[in-house]
């Protein structure tokens, strides 16, 4: 936010204010490309500063002591990759038979509708078939659309490393550049705000992978007790999408109930997944996210919601995920901003 003298008129301010927020959403937009990939470095890098300074501390080199915690957490990410591709291949080993059960689920849809509806089951067809086409003319389409989503993915596997490494690397000349930029009495401010928008991004990164580990558990744990196929895969997913707030919970239901649906005897199987996701949720929600990430982030539900509709709109599902940490900092910046303070009271939950 641009920083206005306090003895200025109020809507010279607040136009200030709104030209740098529309300024810095404008950049956000046109160069997400580069910035996301900074920004999910910088979270990276607030999270395994801890274990360089462990290193730096026990006489380890600054070079060195960044090099074995980068790769650490390499090792650490490409075996939770590998635990995932391989939930993934076992359940695309069993993709004939789903797709075999879902076309009958499907004939017997058409039949229902043909039986109550009156619509001939070739006229619903045609209709499929227009609306197959019309979302496989996006432009783009659908492969190329996965194809650049994969290609993202894949740039941000090599870049995310080597980014949190020169972060952390020139961390020092990061800190002195910000706070020689606010000088004029303005250092001890910028100082305060850099460390506890540290402490803050790794405490909510923490917290999240706690809540992430306890809610897989919940839900691979109530659908092995019940039985259904698939119940790590689904427990899996289910806590990987509940990673982006509030849209992500509605995904999963979706997703879980509707593979339960293809690949179960009993359709009962299908209600009882949907209550075991239900059940973790509510704990998740009034248990699990307050006390573990509700305590370290203090953002209220409406400013949390609309960061990630926001986040989601500007940047997509990467979007989503940075928009609570990137409140959470916003909200720090507003505290120690003496006529930005009540837009940190504004996403305040008090």
Not at 263 to 289: P, R, T
Request: charged residues 15%; neutral net charge; glycine residues 6%.
């Amino acid at each position: 936010m641009i920083t206005t003298n306090t003895t200025a008129p109020f809507y010279k301010k607040l136009s200030l204010n709104l030209l740098s927020l529309l300024i810095l959403i404008i950049l956000l937009y046109l160069g997400q490309g580069i910035l996301i990939p900074i920004f999910f470095s910088i979270l990276i890098s607030t999270m395994l500063l801890p274990l360089v300074q462990f290193f730096e501390r026990r006489g380890a080199n600054k070079f060195f002591s960044i090099l074995i915690t980068v790769v650490i957490a390499i090792v650490v990410v490409c075996s939770v990759l590998y635990f995932l591709s391989a939930q993934i291949l076992n359940f695309l080993d069993d993709l004939p038979t789903i797709e075999a059960r879902l076309n009958e689920l499907l004939l017997a849809m058409e039949k229902w509708v043909h039986v109550h509806f009156n619509i001939p089951i070739r006229k619903q067809a045609e209709y499929l078939k227009d609306t197959t086409h019309s979302i496989s003319s996006v432009p783009g389409g659908i492969v190329g659309q996965t194809l650049l989503s994969i290609t993202e993915g894949i740039s941000y596997l090599i870049l995310l490393p080597i980014y949190a490494f020169l972060i952390l690397y020139y961390r020092d000349l990061i800190k002195k550049f910000l706070v020689n930029v606010f000088k004029d009495g303005h250092e001890e401010k910028v100082r305060e705000i850099l460390i506890e928008s540290r402490v803050v991004s790794q405490l909510y990164v923490v917290g999240l992978f706690i809540e992430m580990s306890i809610v897989f558990t919940m839900n691979a744990a109530g659908f092995l007790i019940l039985g259904i196929k698939y119940a790590i895969f689904l427990g899996l997913v289910a806590a990987l999408l509940n990673l982006v707030p509030y849209i992500g919970m509605i995904v999963a239901n979706l997703f879980c109930m509707l593979i339960t649906l293809i690949s179960c005897e009993h359709l009962a199987d299908v209600l009882w997944v949907g209550i075991v996701l239900a059940a973790v949720q509510f704990i998740d929600n009034n248990f699990l996210m307050p006390v573990i990430v509700g305590s370290k982030v203090k953002i209220n539900a409406l400013a949390t919601i609309v960061g990630v509709l926001v986040g989601g709109a500007l940047c997509g599902v990467s979007g989503m995920f940075l928009s609570i940490p990137g409140l959470a900092v916003l909200k720090v910046i507003f505290d120690r901003v003496d006529h930005l303070k009540p837009y940190g009271m504004l996403l305040g939950d008090r």
